[in-house]
C-alpha cells in the first residue's frame, strides 16, 4: 500500500528522532518526488544537513521552504540560525531585521538575538562589543559579497557545463564490459565534479544496485529523480532498487510514474507486474504482463509470468490454454517446465514437457570437500564477504530467520570469489557431460553462452526457505560452506520435487526426493525443480552459496 505525503513525513520525522539519518533522509527525499515543492520535506532535510555539517545545502533546503510556505515561522528560525552557524552574521542581521519588521514573534527572535551576539563576541547585551567590529565588517562586505557572488557563478557554470561526451561513452563501455567497479569510480567523480547533472547520480544508482547494494544506490537513484523528474528511466531505475530491497508499495508508484510519463514503457510495465505479483496480486500482475506482450510478444520472461499468474488464478482453462500455446511454439525454459509438471500433478493434462520430463532424475550431489582444500577455496572467501559486508542484503520473503546478498558475488572482482566460479563453472561443464546423451530440453537446448549469478544465504537456528523455483535461471545449484551438525534425520536438508505441495491432493503423486547435505557439499538441479530447506535447530549458521545459470 502507497504511503501518503503526511504518512512519509512522519516516518521521516520518527526515524529523524530516533537518530537514524539515513532513513530519515529515505523517507524526506521520497516526498520531494512526489511533490518537490514541498515546504516540510526541504526544511526538513535542511536540519539533516546541518547535522552532516553542510551548511550551504541546509540554506538551500530553508530557502525553498520559505519560498513555499513564507509564513511558517519555524522555516525563518532555521534559516537564520543556519547563517549564523556558517558565520555569515552580516545577512543573518539583515534577514532579523526583516523578520522582526514582519512581526515575527519576539520569543522566536529572542534565541536568534543571543545567538548572533555569542558568534560576534558579545553576550547580548553588550552592543559595544559589536560595535568595535562592524567598521571592520563593513569593508570586508563588499569583498564577501564579491566573494560569494564568485562562488554563486562557479557553482552555476559547473551546473550548466555538462560533462563530455567522450567521458559517458567511456562511462557506458565499463558498464558494458563488466568493469563494474572502474564504472562506479567514474560514476562517482561524475557526481563530484559535476552534481547539477543527473548522468553522474543515475548510473551511480544503478551501478551500486548491480554491486549488491541497493540501500545505498537509493541516495543516488533519489538525486536522479530530482534532477529529471520527467525521466520515465531514472524512475524505474528508482523503483528497481526499492522493489530489490523489498520496499513494494513505493516501487510501483515509481513504476506508475514512469508510465505515466510514458505509457508505452515497456520495461516499466514489466517492472509494474513484477512488483504486483510479489505483492501478492496476482490479476493486477496478469493485466501488467498483458499489457506487455501487448507491445512486444517476447519480453524477457513476460509469457511465463503471466502463466504463474494465471495458475493461481480462476478458470484453469485460462491457464491451461495459456500453457497450450506456449508449449506449442517450442518455447524452452525452465518456468514452462515447472508449469507443466505442475499441471500434470493439478489437473492431470498430459503434455510433453519441452525442458525435462522427470528433472528429479537431473539433481546431482558431489562433495568439493574430498576434491580441493574446501576451506581455503570457498569457506574462506564467503566468509570475508560477508563480514565485510560489501554486500547488502535484499528482501526475500521466503526466507525465513535469515538474510541473502543482494546482487550478484561475482560481479565485483573478489578474487577469491572467482576462483569459486571457476571451479563451479567446471562443475557445470561435467554436468553437462554426464547428460550429453539426454534428449531432453535442458540438455539438448543448453545455453550456449550464460552468465553465472551468485548469492549468499545465512540461516540462523529455526531458519527455512520456502519452496521455489528460479524462473530466469537454467541450471540451479547450491554450494554448502557451512552445515550445522543434524539434530534429526532431515533437519537443514535440501528436498527438491517436481511441484508444491499444494498441487497435489493428499500428497498422491507428489514426487520428492531428499538431499543430505553437508559442509562441502555442491547440489546442482533444473532450474525448473521446486525445493525447500528443511527447518533445523543449531548455534551455527548455516551458510550456502547459492547460484543460477543464466542463459545470455
Not at 559589536?130 to 564579491?146: A, C
Not at 525435462?356 to 574462506?380: K, M, T, W
Amino acid at each position: 500500500m502507497e504511503l501518503s505525503i503526511d504518512q512519509a513525513l512522519q516516518r521521516g520525522a520518527a526515524a529523524h528522532e530516533s537518530g537514524d539519518m539515513r532513513i530519515a533522509e529515505h523517507w524526506y527525499r521520497s516526498v520531494l518526488i512526489a511533490d518537490p515543492g514541498n515546504a516540510e520535506a526541504n526544511h526538513n532535510l535542511g536540519l539533516l544537513a546541518i547535522d552532516q555539517g553542510s551548511i550551504d545545502d541546509a540554506l538551500d533546503f530553508f530557502v525553498k521552504a520559505i519560498r513555499e510556505n513564507p509564513n511558517k515561522e519555524g522555516f525563518w528560525v532555521s534559516c537564520i540560525s543556519c547563517l549564523i552557524t556558517g558565520n555569515n552574521l552580516g545577512d543573518a542581521q539583515r534577514m532579523l531585521d526583516d523578520v522582526r519588521q514582519a512581526g515575527l514573534s519576539v520569543e522566536a527572535l529572542d534565541p536568534l538575538e543571543r545567538q548572533l551576539a555569542v558568534a560576534r563576541g558579545g553576550d547580548g547585551i553588550v552592543e559595544k562589543k559589536v560595535s568595535s567590529f562592524r567598521d571592520k565588517h563593513e569593508q570586508q562586505r563588499g569583498k564577501k559579497k564579491r566573494l560569494v557572488k564568485k562562488k554563486q557563478l562557479k557553482q552555476e557554470s559547473r551546473k550548466a557545463i555538462p560533462p563530455t561526451q567522450d567521458t559517458l561513452d567511456r562511462l557506458l563501455r565499463l558498464y558494458e564490459s563488466g568493469a563494474l567497479l572502474e564504472a562506479k569510480s567514474l560514476a562517482i567523480s561524475l557526481t563530484q565534479e559535476f552534481p547539477g547533472h543527473q548522468a553522474g547520480w543515475k548510473v551511480l544508482g544503478h551501478l551500486l544496485k548491480q554491486l549488491g547494494r541497493p540501500v545505498e544506490s537509493l541516495a543516488p537513484s533519489y538525486r536522479s529523480v530530482e534532477l529529471s523528474p520527467q525521466d520515465a528511466e531514472a524512475q524505474n531505475n528508482l523503483g528497481n532498487t526499492l522493489l530489490e530491497i523489498g520496499r513494494l508499495g513505493e516501487a510501483v508508484a515509481c513504476f506508475r510514474r514512469a508510465i505515466k510519463l510514458e505509457k508505452d514503457y515497456v520495461e516499466a510495465h514489466y517492472n509494474l507486474g513484477l512488483a504486483l505479483k510479489k505483492s501478492g496480486d496476482e490479476a493486477k500482475a496478469a493485466e501488467s504482463f498483458r499489457r506487455v506482450l501487448s507491445f512486444q510478444s517476447h519480453f524477457l520472461d513476460s509469457q511465463e509470468l503471466l502463466l504463474q499468474c494465471l495458475y493461481s488464478e480462476q478458470p484453469s482453462s485460462v491457464f491451461l490454454d495459456h500453457l497450450t500455446a506456449i508449449v506449442a511454439k517450442n518455447q524452452v525454459n525452465a518456468t514452462i517446465g515447472s508449469m507443466v509438471g505442475r499441471a500434470k500433478l493439478k489437473f492431470g493434462i498430459q503434455l510433453a514437457n519441452p525442458f525435462c520430463e522427470e528433472p528429479l532424475n537431473y539433481v546431482v550431489h558431489r562433495n568439493l570437500a574430498e576434491s580441493c582444500d574446501f576451506q581455503q577455496l570457498c569457506i574462506g572467501p564467503v566468509k570475508n564477504l560477508l563480514s565485510s559486508r560489501k554486500f547488502g542484503n535484499r528482501s526475500q520473503s521466503l526466507l525465513v530467520n535469515g538474510s541473502q546478498t543482494a546482487g550478484n558475488i561475482f560481479a565485483i572482482g573478489d578474487p577469491g570469489l572467482d576462483e569459486i566460479e571457476k571451479v563451479i563453472r567446471q562443475e557445470i561443464e561435467q554436468y553437462r557431460s554426464e547428460f550429453a546423451g539426454s534428449r531432453d530440453g535442458l540438455i539438448r537446448r543448453w545455453p550456449p553462452n550464460y552468465a553465472l549469478s551468485g548469492w549468499v544465504v545465512s540461516m540462523q537456528a529455526g531458519g527455512s526457505l520456502m519452496p521455489h523455483i528460479h524462473e530466469r535461471g537454467w541450471l540451479s545449484g547450491s554450494l554448502y560452506i557451512n552445515v550445522p551438525p543434524k539434530t534429526g534425520p532431515d533437519c537443514g536438508n535440501l528436498k527438491c520435487a517436481v511441484g508444491a505441495s499444494s498441487d497435489v491432493v493428499d500428497m498422491i503423486g507428489h514426487q520428492e526426493t531428499t538431499v543430505n547435505i553437508k559442509t562441502g557439499s555442491l547440489v546442482l538441479f533444473p532450474a525448473s525443480v521446486m525445493h525447500h530447506t528443511v527447518p533445523f535447530q543449531s548455534e551455527q549458521d548455516r551458510i550456502v552459496l547459492a547460484f543460477d545459470m543464466i542463459p545470455r
